[in-house]
């Protein structure tokens, strides 16, 4: 029992899910630095608030902190567009390069020289007008 599970965590795939889960959220962190250090200050200067979590909504003695759901949503943003662009468009391009063109599909039909009727590559009459091809 106890090898079986040595031989489950020394798999490659699971070593790289941890490394990955590590990186992830270290790069979270530095994500959400940008957003509420940097981008949220710039738009609230716009709206005229010093932060978003700043932004509250006041309905028979509830609170709706909107605010804190814009900065959440602002950081989503941005780590979902650096994924995309810094990740996943690289990755894709890559393997495009490697796998290369696709293959042609090889011609099954030709058209009838009379009627214009695609007609399969091995006849040798048309089964539109009976031309002969």
């Not at 393997?95 to 009627?115: F, H, I, M, S, Y």
Request: glycine residues 6%.
């Amino acid at each position: 029992m106890i090898k079986g599970f040595r031989d489950f965590i020394l798999r490659g795939n699971v070593l790289d899910l941890a490394v990955a889960v590590i990186i992830g959220a270290a790069f979270s962190a530095i994500v959400n630095s940008l957003v509420k250090d940097i981008i949220t200050p710039l738009i609230a200067a716009v709206v005229g608030k010093p932060d978003f979590s700043a932004l509250i909504l006041h309905i028979n003695g509830g609170a709706i902190t909107y605010g804190n759901f814009l900065n959440a949503l602002v950081s989503f943003l941005m780590l979902a567009a650096v994924v995309y662009f810094f990740i996943v468009a690289p990755a894709n391009h890559l393997l495009a390069k490697l796998k290369g063109p696709a293959a042609a599909e090889p011609v099954t039909t030709k058209p009838c020289p009379q009627c214009l009727s695609d007609i399969p590559v091995a006849a040798s009459r048309c089964k539109f007008c009976s031309q002969p091809v």
